[in-house]
């Protein structure tokens, strides 16, 4: 079902992410009682595909437009001395912007957490959101920060020298979680850096 | 990415739709935003050292300097120890010493940017804001970046550009950075303001302008220097007026959605006339804007990251 990389292992096949997704949808709508006030935020790059779909689900459950954006941190980020800069991905903050709303932060993968800290300091200059909750498809741990998720599609232990690979539909073609022993191609932020102490290990 | 910008010519298309890639996103991260700020250059130090009057270059890359949070010093011949004779290299020397991450530098020397950058006198990355009658690559950058919001790609779009070609830094730049956009540049000038050499710029050359109207999707109105008039380039302003100046009845002859450029400050009734200059299809003040973008994004790719390495970055420590 999903294209072979050498050494990694599926952890989440198509159907799986979307029921994961399914649910997380419901449980940001309970946990909001109602779904308006909402506005769903995805972080480039796989963030945004991912809100889309969180949106389009919560949208449909409870049968009202929410507004869906992408907020790129990399301005923000903490490691920007650490590597050459790098291209900026697209911000688009939903007409009505985020002043008293709930916003929802949506990512492919938490690891350390920075991705997330960057996010809330980028929201800072964005407006005054009432409350911001945070939903992730993978929680693989290993935090570096006091940062948790609000909604979680899927909790996965693993170890610091294994990869996570988050494929989406609109990305890459087909929908996949993979976990993987080599330390290259690390598709989600928080991975990036974490590479930088894996690769120099 | 680049480590000096110094001439349009250096940018490779890619690196040149990278800069103005990131430049859409400055917009988009500072219009109608509260905070019209981002901490990525906090604790970065950027001087401004020009050794001739830009107000307008100045405060842009001021402003855009300050809109990355780095701090900012500027550094003019006036009032300074350039007036007292200091020499390029001492001045550099002392901006070595305050530790300055970025240099801007105006110079009316051509080269004076690349002598800066390549001497080994800073480490600091230069960025050229105008060198004699050599280049002005972030105005040709500014300008693109106002072409493409307005026309979409510039591949095969016709670029008129019109004025004092021999003096002026911005056509240099432009003409290169179009090229390597894929735009076909069209200069148009009286033969006494053509420099030596133009034939084998990556563009058209013309004397007639009313020919070279029709066709162009911009026109780009270059400033003609008042002090030129009196070393006999052109008879009379009136009569530069009359054959290079864009006015109701040149614009007319432009395609229906052809924007007008100028990079300023404009001459009204000499190179522009007024009603042309306030038409809602000049984008002249919406250029001043866009310098700001563009120059945050040269100032990011540039300063915000960790250098690119070979060249010896100042986190090479």
């Known amino acids: ?201 | 990415m680049i480590r000096h910008l110094l001439s349009a010519a250096d940018l490779s298309h890619e690196e040149a739709t990278l800069i103005l890639d990131t430049a859409d996103e400055m917009a988009r991260l500072t219009e109608g935003r509260a905070v019209k700020k981002l901490p990525t250059l906090r604790g970065r130090t950027v001087v401004n050292l020009f050794f001739e009057d830009s107000t307008r270059t100045r405060t842009s890359f001021e402003l855009a300097a300050k809109r990355l949070s780095a701090d900012v010093i500027n550094f003019s011949a006036k009032g300074s120890s350039v007036s007292k004779g200091e020499s390029l290299k001492d001045t550099a020397l002392t901006l070595a010493a305050m530790g300055a991450d970025g240099v801007v530098v105006r110079h009316s020397a051509s080269g004076a940017a690349y002598r800066l950058a390549t001497s080994g006198w800073i480490s600091a990355n230069v960025l050229n804001a105008g060198d004699g009658t050599h280049e002005h690559p972030t105005q040709a950058l500014l300008d693109a970046f106002t072409l493409r919001r307005h026309l979409g790609d510039l591949r095969d779009r016709d670029v008129v550009i019109v004025g004092d070609v021999l003096h002026g830094r911005v056509a240099r730049s432009n003409v290169l950075l179009l090229a390597t956009l894929g735009a076909r540049v069209t200069l148009v000038a009286p033969p006494t303001l053509l420099p030596l050499g133009v034939e084998n710029w990556p563009c058209e050359v013309t004397y007639d302008l009313d020919a070279a109207l029709p066709g162009a999707d911009a026109v780009m109105m270059l400033r003609v220097q008042r002090e030129r008039m009196n070393a006999a380039f052109f008879p009379s302003a009136r009569e530069y007026s009359r054959r290079y100046g864009l006015d109701a009845r040149r614009f007319s002859s432009l395609p229906e959605d052809a924007i007008v450029l100028h990079p300023g400050p404009m001459n009204r009734g000499m190179e522009i006339s007024a009603d042309v200059a306030d038409n809602e299809r000049s984008v002249i003040v919406e250029q001043v804007t866009n310098g700001v973008y563009v120059r945050m994004a040269v100032l990011y790719l540039m300063l915000a990251g960790s250098g690119t390495g070979s060249a010896g970055g100042e986190d090479a420590a």
Do not use: C, W
């Not at chain 1, 799986?16 to 449980?27: G, P, Q, S």
């Not at chain 1, 916003?103 to 809330?120: C, E, F, H, K, P």
């Not at chain 1, 998720?149 to 899927?154: C, E, L, Y």
């Not at chain 1, 170890?159 to 993979?178: K, T, Y």
């Open chain 1, 1 to 201: 079902m999903s294209r072979h990389l050498s050494g990694f292992r599926t952890v989440l096949s198509e159907d799986e992410i979307n029921r994961a997704l399914a649910r997380m949808a419901h449980e940001v709508v309970e946990r909001n009682k109602g779904a308006s006030g909402l506005v769903v935020l995805g972080i480039p790059s796989r963030g945004v595909p991912l809100a889309q779909r969180l949106t389009a689900r919560i949208s449909s459950v409870e049968d009202i437009a929410v507004p869906v954006g992408a907020l790129d941190v990399t301005m923000y980020r903490d490691d920007l001395r650490l590597r050459p800069a790098r291209a900026l991905e697209p911000t688009d903050i939903p007409d009505g912007g985020v002043d008293g709303k709930t916003v929802v932060l949506v990512d492919d993968v938490l690891y350390s957490g920075r991705t997330i800290r960057a996010a809330l300091t980028a929201l800072d200059d964005v407006g005054r959101p009432r409350a911001v909750r945070l939903a992730v498809l993978v929680d693989r741990g290993h935090r570096e920060l006091p940062i948790r998720a609000d909604h979680v599609g899927k909790n996965l232990p693993t170890s610091l020298r294994e990869s996570v690979r988050v494929l989406l539909n609109e990305v890459d073609g087909q929908d996949a979680v993979l976990v993987g022993a080599t330390a290259d191609a690390h598709p989600a932020p928080e991975a990036h850096l974490a590479a930088g102490e894996e690769e120099a290990r």
